[in-house]
């Protein structure tokens, strides 16, 4: 079945820089676009950024637009997302999604940035 | 961008109640249309995809219904288990939009 993992969340001072990463398994990676949302504390949810197959096509919201980068390994079956110059208004849990008439999504890792 | 926006932003409801909630798209999403439900702590978890397509596993209390720009999730009769937020989604754009939640609380 399908699964999304997502790791590579962590306390981060503001400023500073973490790699998320999504490890894919249970349908065609190399064939789906992937994204990225997040959800902080008792908000709702963001979509983050998107990256269509193949990596031929990326795009970001506004508010992390220039300071994210989103990245995929189809051979690996891996989603990335690169988040720098990080503030307190990243705060939040990221997830990975796809969708293939049905959504998927992971379970979510946590970023804190604080000092 | 896609604006989705839904309502009620909070519902109170007994336990047994018929629950509504509405979701408006800003542009014709066609079916694109999917609804969560999340608890506090959890990873929202899909209940509806292409707008009335039940996820397997889940109660066939929730229906979905709608195309275009309007669409509803239906719970037939509330159980304890439903007390949570409830969100829908567009996919119909790469630019994946939410509506901003609906709570629902016990009466």
């Known amino acids: 079945q399908v699964q999304l993992v997502e790791s590579g969340g962590g306390l981060v001072k503001p400023g500073g820089s973490l790699k998320l990463s999504c490890a894919a398994s249970g349908f065609s990676f190399g064939d789906h676009y992937m994204n990225w949302i997040r959800q902080a504390p008792g908000k709702g949810l963001e979509w983050v950024s998107y990256?269509?197959?193949?990596?031929?096509?990326?795009n970001y919201a506004d508010s992390v637009k220039g300071r994210f980068t989103i990245s995929r390994d189809d051979a690996r079956n891996f989603l990335y997302l690169e988040m720098n110059n990080l503030t307190a208004e990243d705060t939040a849990v990221y997830y990975c999604a796809t969708i293939s008439e049905k959504m998927y999504w992971g379970q979510g890792a946590r970023v804190t940035v604080s000092s | 961008d896609i604006q989705m926006t839904q309502s009620p932003a909070t519902l109170s409801a007994s336990v047994g109640a018929r629950v509504t909630i509405t979701c408006r798209a800003s542009?014709?999403?066609?079916?694109?249309l999917a609804w969560y439900q999340q608890k506090p702590g959890k990873a929202p978890k899909p209940l509806i995809y292409?707008?009335?397509s039940l996820e397997s596993g889940v109660p066939l209390r929730f229906s979905g219904s709608g195309s275009g720009t309007e669409f509803t999730l239906t719970i037939s009769s509330l159980q304890p288990d439903d007390f949570a937020t409830y969100y829908c989604?567009?996919?119909?754009?790469?630019?994946?939009?939410f509506g901003q939640g609906t709570k629902v609380e016990i009466k």
């Open positions: 292409k707008a009335s």
């Open positions: 542009q014709s999403i066609g079916d694109w």
């Open positions: 989604q567009q996919s119909y754009s790469f630019l994946w939009t």
């Open positions: 990256i269509r197959s193949g990596g031929t096509t990326e």
